[in-house]
C-alpha cells in the first residue's frame, strides 16, 4: 500500500517556500527604505541627541561623517537598483507558486491511482506467488516444446499454402462449370432452333420436290436421250429428298444432353438461399407476422418482398435465412427424438409455413415426405376410408403430422388398426413413430402415453432450447443418394377409380428442375426480373404440382405465396393483388372460376405476367374466352404447359419461341411445347408395334425384361406420347401398371403417357386427349376432345363428351353442356356437330344433356381440378336409366 506521508511533505515544503518568499519580499522592503531620504530622517533625531557644535568641531570626525554619507549615498542607490530586481524575481516565483499547485494536484491524483493499482496487485501477489513454481514450470515445458511448435507452424503454413492453392483452382474449376452451362444451354436452344429450320428447309425441298418431278415430265414426254441425260441426276436429287423427308417427318424429338443438375433436394433450396438470403422464400397470406417467430428468428430489417410495407405486418412473410433457421431447427428436434434415417413422414394439415417448413426439413434429413388433404383425414366415406388404412398399413410412416387434437385421435385409430392387421409386407418404415400436432395437446393427450409433440410449443419453444449448431445448416449434414425416393405422390384418378402411388427419387426431383428451368435460366432467356418472380400456390398440396411449382421458385430465389389454409378464389384474389405475384401455374378449372368469381377485377391481377394453364386440353377458344375474361392484354403469356404426377419439365418453350408469342395451334388446340434439354420424345402407333422380344438378363435375376419398339408415326399424326427424362419414375409403388415403362434396344428408359398427341413440323408438341378416352364406334374410332374444342369454340360454353355403350354403334358420343348457348337448343347442338363431321362418316351424336338435367351443379372433379370423366360416365348413365331408351347397353 503506497502511503500519504509524501503527499504531506509536499505540502510543507511548498508552505516554507511561500515564508521563504514572503522574507525576501520584507528584506527589499527594509533595504528599500534605507534609501537618502529615509535615512535623513533617521538621521536627524540622532544628531538632536548629541552636541553638534563640538562635534563640528572635531574636522576628524567631520570628515568621517562625511564620508560615511556618501558611502550610505552609494549603498542607497544599490539598494534601488536590487529592489528593482528582486521585485522582477517575485513575480516570476508566483508564477512558478502557481505551476506549483497545479503539479501538486496532478500527484494527488497519481498517488490515488497509484493507491488503487497498488491494491489490485497485492489481490494477485498471493496467487502468483502460490503458482510460482506451476508457471515455471510451465515455461520450461513451452520452453522444451518450442522446436515441436516451429515445426507444427512451418507444417500449418505450408497446409495453408496449399489451401489456398486448392481454393484457387476450385474457384477456376466454378468458373469453367458456368461457362460450360451457359455454353450447354445455348447448344441446346441452338438444337431446337435448328430444329425448327430443319423443318423449314423440309418445305423447300417440297417445292425443289414439285420442281424435279416437272422436270422428270419434260423429259418423258420429249426425247429419250433428254430423258437419259438427266435420268440419273433426277434419282440422285430423289433420293436425297426422300432421305431428308424420312427425317424430318419422324415424329421424334431430342432436347440435346441433359442440363447439369444437383445430388441432393436440399441443393436445391440452398440454390435459391446463395442468391439471395435476405429475399422473401414465403409468404402467408392468412397467417399473422409473427407466427413461429421464435423458431426462425426475427430478421433484424424486413424481407425483401413486392409487398407494399403498408400491409406487410397484416401477412407473414420470411426470408430465405429464416427459413433456413427454421429448418434447422425442425430437423433438430427430429434428431432429438431419434427419427430414424431414410423415414417416412405422412402430413395431414393445410396450406401454410409449417408445410413449408416440413417440406425443406424432409429434403435437409432426407426423408421421404407424402402429403395428403386434412379433409381426407376427416373424412367418413367407405372409400376414403379405405385410403386413410392403405397408407398407414402400406406406408408405415414413421412420422405423421396433423392439425390438431382430433386428427392425433384418428392418426392413433390408424395406427392401432394398421398394427392389428399384422401386415409386413412391406419393409418401408418401421415400428418407430413420431407424432407431431401443430396445435397446443391437451392434458388428456399427453398423458396417454402415445408420442406426441406439439408443434406450438415442443418445437417452437424446446427444453433445452437450441443451440448454435442446431440453428444452422452445414454442407455435412445432407447425406442424400440419387435413388432415395424423396417423395411419393398419387396420381388423380380422373379416369379410374382408384390412384396409383407415384414415387419420385432423388434423382427425379434434380433432373425435373434442371430441365423445367434449362430454358429459363439459359443466356437468351426472356427478360424477366430474376430473382424478382413471386409464385402462387393454387393446388392443393397434396398435389405433385403444389410441390414442384415451388421447387422452381426457390430454384431461382424467388417469393411463393399461400393464399389461405384451404382454396378460396376471394383469397387467391386478395393475395394476388396485395403480394405482387407475377406467376401463376393453375388447372383449368381454377382459371375458370378465377375469372368468374364476384370480387375479380383485372386491376387485383394487373402484376401477373405469366399464367400456366395445365392439366386438360387447352384449346384456343379457351384461351380467347379466358383473356377476355380476365381483361388482360398482350403482355401476359398464357402459355399450355404439361406435366404429369410420373414427371415434369420434359417439354417446354424455347426463349426464340416465346419472343414472337405463343407458337400457332393445331387446328383448336394449342401446343404444349418441345422437347427440354435432356429429354427425348416420340409418337407412336400402339397398334404397330415392330419388335417385342424378351431376353433373360445376365446377372440371372428372375424376372425378364423386355425391350419394345413401336412404329414411329409421321409428323402431323396422332398417336401415344412416349418421353424418356430423368425426371420420370421407373414404375408405380408396389409395380403397378408395368406396362407403362419399359426399355428401348438401346437400353433407353421410356415412360407411356398414355396421352395423343401430335407433334407439327416446327417440332411442337400437341396433346389432343386420352387414349383410354377414346371412343370406338361401328365405323371407327373418334377422339373426344376434338368434338369438345369444336363445340367450346362455337357455343361459348364448357362441354364434356364421354361415350356410352350402344350394341349397335359400339359406344355413341354423349355431350355434356354446362349451359345450353344463348338462344339454342340441344338439337341445334347435335345439328352442329354433324355439319363438323365429314358427308357420309357415319358419326352421330347419342344425346346432348345439360349438368342441370343431371342433378349437378357444377362438374365433378378432383381435388386436383382434372374433370372426372369416368364419374360423369356413371351420374350420366344413371340419368339415361329413368328415360325410355331402347338400343344401348347401358349396363356395358
Known sequence: MVSGRPNTDKRAHKRARKEESHEAAEDIDGAAASSPEALQDQLVPAMQEFDINAILKNSALAAKVDDQAITLQNQATTLSGQAI????????????????????????????????????????????????????????????????????????????????????????????????????????????????????????????????????????????????????????????????????????????????????????????????????????????????????????????????????????????????????????????????????????????????????????????????????????????????????????????????????????????????AGDRSSDSGSSFFLGICLCPLTPARRTSGSNWISFASDIVSPRPPFTDEESSVSAQQVRDRLDRISNIFFTSGTSASQPKGVPRTTRNVCAAIASHTAFSSSPRAPEIPRPGTVGLIFSANMMALSMTSPLIQWYNGGTVVIPSRVFSVSANLEAIERCGVTNMELMRSQLVLLAKHKDFAPRKIRSIRVIFVSGEIITVGYLERVREMLGVGENVLLVAGFGMTEGVGALGYPPSVLEKGMPKPLGDVMPVGTATPGTRVKVVDVEKKVSETTQTPQNDQATAEKEKEWEVVPRGKQGEL????????????????????????????????????????????????????????????????????????????????????????????????????????????????????????????????????????????????KMQRHQLRKIAVAYLKTKDISGYALDG
Open 85 to 420: 530586481i528582486i521585485k522582477k524575481q517575485t513575480n516570476v516565483l508566483h508564477r512558478f507558486e502557481r505551476k506549483l499547485e497545479t503539479f501538486a494536484e496532478d500527484t494527488r491524483a497519481a498517488v490515488e491511482t497509484a493507491n488503487v493499482v497498488q491494491d489490485q496487485i497485492g489481490r494477485y501477489v498471493g496467487p502468483v506467488e502460490k503458482h510460482g513454481n506451476r508457471l515455471n514450470f510451465l515455461e520450461a515445458k513451452q520452453e522444451g516444446s518450442g522446436n515441436f511448435m516451429l515445426a507444427c507452424l512451418q507444417r500449418m503454413g505450408e497446409f495453408t499454402s496449399q489451401l489456398k492453392a486448392v481454393r484457387a483452382e476450385l474457384a477456376a474449376t466454378k468458373q469453367e462449370l458456368a461457362t460450360t452451362q451457359q455454353e450447354l444451354a445455348a447448344t441446346n436452344i441452338e438444337l431446337v432452333e435448328i430444329n425448327v429450320a430443319l423443318a423449314a428447309t423440309k418445305k423447300e425441298l417440297a417445292v425443289v420436290n414439285q420442281h424435279v418431278n416437272a422436270i422428270q415430265t419434260v423429259a418423258l414426254d420429249n426425247d429419250d436421250n433428254l430423258r437419259w441425260h438427266y435420268g440419273k441426276h433426277l434419282f440422285q436429287v430423289s433420293t436425297a429428298v426422300t432421305k431428308i423427308r424420312y427425317t424430318l417427318s419422324s415424329s421424334e424429338l431430342d432436347g440435346g444432353p441433359p442440363p447439369p443438375c444437383g445430388d441432393s433436394v436440399w441443393s436445391i433450396f440452398q440454390h435459391g438461399i446463395d442468391i439471395d438470403p435476405e429475399r422473401a422464400a414465403m409468404i402467408s397470406f392468412w397467417q399473422p407476422a409473427n407466427h413461429l417467430e421464435a423458431l426462425v428468428g426475427k430478421s433484424p430489417c424486413p424481407a425483401k418482398s413486392m409487398v407494399d410495407p403498408k400491409h406487410q405486418d397484416s401477412m407473414l412473410i420470411w426470408s430465405y435465412d429464416q427459413m433456413q433457421r427454421g429448418t434447422a431447427r425442425l430437423g433438430a428436434i427430429l434428431d432429438r427424438h431419434n427419427v430414424p434415417a431414410d423415414s417416412m413422414i405422412l402430413t395431414f394439415i393445410p396450406h401454410g409455413v409449417e408445410w413449408s417448413l416440413v417440406m425443406w426439413a424432409a429434403a435437409l434429413k432426407c426423408h421421404t415426405l407424402v402429403c395428403r388433404t386434412v379433409q381426407l383425414l376427416h373424412s367418413s366415406l367407405p372409400d376414403d376410408q379405405q385410403l386413410k388404412e392403405y397408407y398407414f398399413r402400406r406406408l408405415r410412416p414413421a412420422v405423421v403430422i396433423v392439425e390438431d387434437d382430433e386428427s392425433a385421435a384418428i392418426v392413433d385409430k390408424l395406427q392401432q388398426d394398421a398394427a392389428a
Open 722 to 865: 412416349h418421353i424418356s427424362n430423368e425426371a420420370y419414375v421407373d414404375g408405380y409403388l408396389d409395380g403397378l401398371a408395368p406396362q407403362m415403362f419399359y426399355r428401348d434396344r438401346k437400353g433407353t428408359k421410356w415412360f407411356r403417357t398414355g396421352d395423343l398427341a401430335v407433334i407439327d413440323e416446327s417440332g411442337m408438341v400437341f396433346v389432343v386427349g386420352r387414349m383410354k378416352d377414346i371412343l370406338k364406334s361401328s365405323v371407327g374410332f373418334f377422339n373426344p376432345t376434338a368434338i369438345e374444342a369444336f363445340l367450346a369454340r362455337h357455343l361459348s360454353v364448357e362441354v364434356c363428351v364421354i361415350g356410352i355403350p350402344s350394341p349397335m354403334h359400339g359406344e355413341m358420343p354423349y355431350v355434356i353442356l354446362d349451359r345450353l348457348p344463348e338462344n339454342g337448343t340441344a338439337t341445334d347442338v347435335s345439328e352442329m356437330f354433324s355439319q363438323m363431321m365429314p358427308g357420309g362418316s357415319g358419326f352421330s351424336l347419342g344425346e346432348v344433356i345439360t349438368l342441370k338435367e343431371l342433378g349437378l351443379d357444377t362438374w365433378p372433379i378432383t381435388v386436383t381440378g
